[in-house]
């Protein structure tokens, strides 16, 4: 069973930044693919950004691609995302998710509970 716990959602300007983090614990493999998912309210849950246990594979859905960075350190079973230039449009609770591939699922195993981002204009 594995667990994954975010933090570091908030109330941020647009234009500014957040990173968020997302931990581990519990039976991950040696090929255990993180990554983030978003909801805003009244849309469905879309892809954010993955990477792979290798950190030699990232992926980013188009509309961060530039202003955000997904990394990870496998020391700490943690992956992080950064978020820069932030838009109104990226107000969502975003998900921390978990997949033992070398992919990421678009409906991964491990989940975590969610953390609020939200970006004022």
């Known amino acids: 069973q594995v667990q994954l716990v975010e933090s570091g959602g908030g109330l941020v300007q647009a234009g500014g930044s957040l990173r968020l983090s997302c931990t581990a614990s519990?039976?991950?493999?040696?090929?255990?693919?993180m990554g983030w998912f978003r909801q805003a309210p009244a849309k469905e849950r879309e892809f954010v950004a993955s990477?792979?246990?290798?950190?030699?594979?990232?992926y980013y859905a188009d509309p961060v691609k530039g202003r955000f960075t997904i990394s990870r350190d496998n020391a700490k079973n943690t992956v992080y995302l950064q978020m820069n230039s932030l838009k109104s449009e990226d107000t969502a609770v975003y998900y921390c998710?978990?997949?033992?591939?070398?992919?990421?699922?678009?409906?991964?195993?491990?989940w975590g509970q969610g953390t609020q981002v939200t970006v004022s204009s």
């Open positions: 998710a978990g997949d033992p591939l070398y992919y990421l699922r678009s409906q991964p195993k491990n």
């Open positions: 519990g039976r991950t493999s040696s090929r255990y693919t």
């Open positions: 990477i792979n246990w290798s950190v030699d594979s990232t």
